[in-house]
């Protein structure tokens, strides 16, 4: 991942970007970036995700202002259970070095295999997004938003 260590932010004019280049080998290779929407990330803060959890279930989806080189998705992780493969997740169409914004509607969440959506029960247990690439891609993460929800600025 570029880069190797520390903060994927990058000052661009007078705001940050996300931007992650992930290089991966071998068949079904992928890397991750973990957003905590409170702002306090379980291994960097210390943070207990059952405490940091917020409450997007007035929310109808995700917005994004991104880019994409290659297979993208977001997934939905809970306080409940931030971390494994069981995740809801919706794909983020490929861009190319093009930033385009989207909505990814919660109604078009799945789990891995999975038909329902997202329920109110995981929609007010949000932990994080994690946006996950897989092969060489780049991406670049200008805006996540999500309803009204603003994150703590800590």
């Known amino acids: 991942m ?18 992650v280049a992930f290089t ?17 990330g379980q291994y960097t803060n210390g943070a207990d995700p059952t405490k940091n959890a917020v409450d997007l279930s007035g929310a109808k989806g995700v917005t994004l202002e991104y880019s994409t ?17 069981d995740h809801f997740r919706a794909d983020m169409p490929v861009t190319g070095d093009q930033i385009k914004t989207i909505t990814l509607n919660f109604a078009d ?17 949000v932990f994080s997004f994690t946006f996950v690439a897989g092969a060489t891609t780049t991406l670049t993460l200008l805006q996540v938003r999500a309803g009204d929800f603003k994150p703590p600025c800590n």
Do not use: C, W
């Open 24 to 40: 991966l080998q071998g068949g079904g290779a992928y890397g991750t970036a973990n957003a905590p929407l409170n702002n306090q």
């Open 109 to 125: 969440f799945r789990r891995p295999g999975g038909t329902t959506p997202p329920g109110t029960d995981i929609l007010k247990d």
């Open 69 to 85: 080189t290659g297979s993208t998705y977001m997934q939905i992780r809970t306080g409940t259970v931030p971390h494994g493969g």
């Open 2 to 19: 570029v880069p190797a260590s520390g903060s994927p932010l990058r000052k661009v004019g007078n705001a940050y970007e996300l931007y």
